[in-house]
């Protein structure tokens, strides 16, 4: 099968893991004579260029069609480099906090604690204080009671790409992770 390089070393190594658990000696001198082409991805993740995250942006900001805790949660990736689960996973304290220091602090993926300036994003973190009734960020985004954070999750994704359609950018090629890229 036409599978990915990187997909292809992941499958070698679990074989080869398994060969030596079950101390197959024949399985694993076998699986030592396979050769893999370089882990390079198949097609390379590209960041946005600088007028189309300027344009991002500009469309975020004035975007009608989008909630204003849509707006907030696509402004806080666009101009930090936030991934999108440490945005929805925001607390009102933290957020609050982060205004009233200057500096948000925030547990993000891996349980590492990371602080960031709020100077970009404090009028996206004033659009979300705003807002009443609500303990962390995807309860804002979305009205599902249960898997709210992973129907957030899709919402943001969902309105990225609607942004990303009216700048010009193919829907396929808009997706949260690419703003972290960018800011990166």
Request: aromatic share 4%.
């Amino acid at each position: 099968r036409k599978l990915a390089p990187k997909t292809l070393r992941r499958t070698l190594a679990s074989l080869r893991a398994w060969a030596k658990y079950s101390s197959n000696e024949d399985l694993t001198r076998q699986l030592s004579d396979i050769r893999l082409p370089p882990p390079n991805r198949k097609v390379a993740k590209l960041p946005l260029t600088k007028q189309e995250w300027a344009d991002m942006i500009v469309e975020i900001d004035r975007a009608e069609y989008l909630s204003p805790a849509e707006r907030a949660v696509l402004g806080i990736m666009a101009c930090s480099g936030m991934r999108i689960g440490d945005v929805l996973r925001l607390t009102r304290d933290e957020v609050s906090r982060g205004l009233a220091v200057g500096a948000l602090v925030y547990v993000a993926k891996g349980r590492k604690n990371i602080e960031i300036g709020i100077k970009p994003i404090k009028q996206y973190l004033n659009m979300l204080i705003l807002r009443e009734n609500w303990e962390r960020v995807h309860d804002l985004v979305s009205t599902r009671a249960k898997q709210r954070q992973s129907s957030a999750s899709q919402q943001i994704s969902r309105a990225i790409k609607e942004v990303g359609v009216k700048i010009g950018i193919p829907a396929n090629e808009c997706y949260p992770h690419r703003l972290r890229r960018t800011f990166a």
